[in-house]
């Protein structure tokens, strides 16, 4: 995960105008805190920024969305990974 947020940080730091968060997923953060302190950390300076999230189900993925609105520009839906780990899922292609 190259892009949580010290990373990203040290891109903007060089030019870098977007940065997204390392992909999040759906279930987890929207059902366990623990994982959301864990895996979504921003700051003021930390904008524009797009939040990705996976998974297959829709409810979740918008209980997901809901938990960092305000906190983010922008929510990419990753739908299309090949990862194997993804298909496993049922959120990849």
Known sequence: DASELPFRMLCRKYGATLCYTPMLHSR???????????KFRTCPEDRPLFAQFCGHDKDLLLEAARHVEGQCDA??????????????????A
Not at 29 to 38: G, L, M, V
Not at 76 to 91: E, H, M, S, T, V
């Open 28 to 38: 987890l953060f929207a059902q366990i805190p623990e994982y959301r302190a864990k």
């Open 75 to 92: 929510v990419d839906l990753n739908l299309g990974c090949p990862q194997g780990i993804a298909k496993r899922g049922r959120y990849g």
